[in-house]
T-cell receptor, first 115, second 118 residues
Framework: DADVTQTPRNRITKTGKRIMLECSQT?????MYWYRQDPGLGLRLIYY???????NKGEISDGYSVSRQAQAKFSLSLESAIPNQTALYFC??????????????FGPGTRLTVL | AQKVTQAQTEISVVEKEDVTLDCVYE???????LFWYKQPPSGELVFLIR??????QNEISGRYSWNFQKSTSSFNFTITASQVVDSAVYFC???????????????FGTGTRLTVIP
């Protein structure tokens, strides 16, 4: 079984709809991340969380919110989806600790299309 | 500010050729980590290697090798005897130990698309 899973894997939605992307991990890592990937732009960080009580904005958090329901679960929400949020979304976990840079392991991605 | 540059947008090689993917980085931190990830056509991101700034030894893993040179701020990736299964987008990334936000976030380059022609 995959260590980092994302649901759904593909989603098509309409402008203005609320949508939630879910991420679960069995790696036991405290740190979790959400990225989006756009063609030609690499990956950009949306939000990250060090534990269930610690959530931080990343480079491009506007229009997104997150929830860390448990150590193993980190959800990304688009409250009112817009077409320029069409992208490939990745969840990642890290074995990093305070003062120690970890390696990030990525989920399979969710391809989101907003019409 | 930190930055990762992958100047080669796309590369095509014929199977069995060697190919080198370039990565140049910028950072003010003295302690940092460099990574390579592979994104095959199926879309997932696969971790390949992690290197810290104090270890300039080259690394070899099968047909893959990495050359880290602090003097030129480069962390290049070579695939020897390329195979069709190597066709993917490859990302280089940087993480700084002294990240002000404490997140040790990854800063990605824009990727190099490698196509291996049979």
């Amino acid at each position: 079984d995959a260590d980092v899973t994302q649901t759904p894997r593909n989603r098509i939605t309409k402008t203005g709809k609320r949508i939630m992307l879910e991420c679960s991990q069995t790696k036991g890592h405290d740190r979790m991340y959400w990225y989006r990937q756009d063609p030609g732009l690499g990956l950009r960080l949306i939000y990250y969380s060090f534990d269930v009580k610690d959530i931080n904005k990343g480079e491009i958090s506007d229009g997104y919110s997150v929830s860390r329901q448990a150590q193993a679960k980190f959800s990304l929400s688009l409250e009112s989806a817009i077409p320029n949020q069409t992208a490939l979304y990745f969840c990642a976990t890290s074995d990093g600790l305070a003062g120690v840079v970890g390696t990030q392991y990525f989920g399979p991605g969710t391809r989101l299309t907003v019409l | 500010a930190q930055k990762v540059t992958q100047a080669q947008t796309e590369i095509s090689v014929v199977e069995k050729e060697d190919v080198t993917l370039d990565c140049v980085y910028e950072t003010r931190d003295t302690t940092y980590y460099l990574f390579w990830y592979k994104q095959p056509p199926s879309g997932e991101l696969v971790f390949l290697i992690r290197r810290n700034s104090f270890d300039e030894q080259n690394e070899i893993s099968g047909r893959y090798s990495w050359n880290f040179q602090k003097s030129t701020s480069s962390f290049n990736f070579t695939i020897t005897a390329s195979q069709v299964v190597d066709s993917a987008v490859y990302f280089c990334a940087l993480s700084e130990a002294q990240d002000p936000g404490g997140a040790n976030n990854l800063f990605f380059g824009t990727g190099t698309r490698l196509t291996v022609i049979p």
